[in-house]
């Protein structure tokens, strides 16, 4: 038997959506799970090999706790007088994980090599 008053908002949901979602009609929020589904798969879609830097190598690295994808990667330091900042050596191979952040934008992060 349906329950007499409506679910509560989670806390974590915006004012403007707890307020807003309960006004709509089953097509809207059916449109609006469907959506939100579509939306949670593009945010957690994998990094593919294309979405790396060129000169990244993926690597197995089975000790990696998080999702993402592990590679090797020669890098440049950032100081202008370095030579690999123009035509010389880059630093490494180092090893980084490139993984999405919650808005699906592509990042990385350096992996202590220990």
Known sequence: ?????????????????AEGLPKQDVEALSDA???IDELIEWKQRPVGEDD????????????AERTGT??????????????CMT??????PYKYRYYRKDDGTLTSEYIDNE
């Open 52 to 63: 790396l830097p060129e000169a990244a190598e993926p690597i197995d690295d089975e000790s």
């Open 87 to 92: 035509d010389g050596e880059k630093h490494g």
């Open 33 to 35: 799970r469907e959506f």
């Open 1 to 17: 038997m349906p329950a007499e008053t409506p679910p509560t908002a989670p806390p974590s949901l915006p004012k403007y959506l």
């Open 70 to 83: 592990v590679v090797m990667e020669k890098v440049t330091c950032g100081d202008e007088s370095c030579k």
